[in-house]
């Protein structure tokens, strides 16, 4: 799956430490108007970890 140049680039931003929180993904996803499942496969991509995941979302 081809995930869009500035969903990556948002991802980096949140992100600068390699760390994002499942709320802040969640935010994140309804921002850019893509489902959850986007910002995971792209923060695996990007080798971002989600922490305090809340019902095994992403």
Do not use: H, N, T, W
Request: contains cysteine; glycine residues 6%.
């Amino acid at each position: 799956m081809e995930i869009r140049p500035e969903i990556m680039e948002a991802l980096k931003k949140a992100a600068p430490e390699g760390r994002l929180s499942c709320p802040e993904a969640r935010r994140l996803a309804e921002q850019l108007k893509v489902p959850p499942i986007v910002i995971g496969r792209a923060c695996d991509q990007l080798k971002i970890k989600i922490k305090a995941c809340e019902l095994g979302c992403f």
